[in-house]
């Protein structure tokens, strides 16, 4: 039987309940203010008292921001939560908790399919995808094809369940030729380990580490996995945040730091190796280098019609596969192009 769509698990919600309730924000927060306007424009300046809580993953954006000297020069202050995955992340959205967010292409998708439309606000392209296809020792993965009858695991709402859903597609198959295990995002590599499943997509550094910690275990051609991902990385943020002025202002100015940033940590990868990988992950930097290699750098691209194109075809792609209630969705309105004229130096 295929998995419901889109399901928040239930311990995810738990989670994020709990942090909410940390950070002291009511869930009713949100729905106050002004409405959403993807044309007023967004004033220059950040009013005193402004304060941006940014959903962050694995640390990426608070070491890159902080470490880069970028968080310093932004002139409003700056909180991080680490979550694990867009349905935790969106559900922060829905709680005012955070405003903006580190995520792949799946997650702004699930939350205009949730009816809570996030729009992007910055977009990269990855030179590698960043997450390899790996089976558990013993199971033979050579190609797409071998996933028939397999037991494949997976985060709903991330990236994740779009590639695989790809590699189905590569190889003819439908849902109802494998058995698809739906799990939360920290779940899928032990999981694997486990033998609880055959096969699962496991991003960086997690698929380093397991590949190190299982050398036999078989991994789908790198060129095969890169092919069934789009490489997409964004910042979005809830429409709540983007209709408030000041909060508009901030998130400009932030998405172009993040850029900068960003920018920092690919001209010197030593660097970063030691200072994410090594420092802020704890985990040795010659792992920390092989998870490097396997996302590589970050290249902005525009927002504009091509981009909301290529969301289009995910939205395709999980609808093709009964992954979306009702059916195809539009992808417009998933980018807020005010955000195209940030400023990146």
């Known amino acids: 039987m295929a998995p419901m769509p889109f399901r ?11 942090l909410v309730a940390v950070l002291g924000v009511a869930a009713c927060a949100q729905s106050t203010g002004p409405a959403y306007d993807p044309s007023a ?17 694995q640390s990426i954006l608070k070491t890159m ?4 000297g970028e968080a310093a020069k932004l002139g409003f202050p700056v909180k991080f939560a680490d979550f694990a995955g867009g349905p935790a992340i969106l559900e922060s959205f829905r709680a ?4 903006v967010a580190i995520v792949a292409d799946v997650p702004p998708i699930h939350a205009q399919i949730a009816r809570f439309p996030s729009p992007i606000i910055k977009a990269w392209q990855l030179e590698r995808g960043g997450v390899s ?8 993965l050579r190609s797409p094809a071998d996933l028939r009858g397999r037991k494949i695991g997976y985060a709903e709402g991330t990236a994740h369940q779009a590639m695989v859903l790809r590699l189905l597609r590569t190889a003819g198959l439908t849902k109802h030729d494998v ?4 799990l939360q995002l920290t779940e899928v590599g032990e999981a694997l380990g486990a033998g609880q499943i055959d096969i699962a997509p496991l991003m960086e550094p997690i698929s380093t580490k397991y590949r190190l910690a299982h050398p036999d275990a078989q991994v789908l051609p790198d060129a095969t996995s890169q092919a069934a991902q789009s490489g997409l990385m964004f910042l979005y943020s809830p429409r709540s945040a983007l209709a408030d002025p000041a909060r508009a202002a901030a998130l400009k100015k932030l998405s172009a730091a993040v850029d900068r940033a960003r920018a920092w940590v690919d001209a010197d990868k030593n660097r970063w190796i030691d200072t994410y990988y090594a420092g802020a992950l704890k985990i040795p930097a010659a792992v920390g280098r092989l998870a490097y290699e396997g996302q ?3 290249r902005s691209i525009p927002l504009d019609r091509a981009l909301v194109a290529r969301q289009q075809d995910t939205i395709d792609t999980l609808a093709a596969f009964g992954e979306i209630p009702g059916g195809r969705i539009s992808a ?3 980018v807020d192009f005010r955000f195209a004229t940030a400023p990146t130096t």
């Not at 311990?11 to 994020?16: I, N």
């Not at 424009?41 to 993953?57: E, F, K, L, N």
């Open 65 to 68: 921001l902080t470490a880069s």
């Open 41 to 57: 424009p967004i004033p220059d300046g950040v009013p005193a008292g402004t304060v941006i809580t940014v959903a962050d993953q």
């Open 96 to 99: 005012d908790a955070t405003q």
């Open 332 to 334: 417009d309105g998933s």
């Open 8 to 18: 928040l698990p239930r311990r995810a919600a738990a989670l994020t309940t709990a």
């Open 179 to 182: 058995q698809l295990v739906p």
């Open 133 to 140: 296809t790996v089976a558990r020792p013993g199971v033979t």
């Open 296 to 298: 590589g750098s970050w």
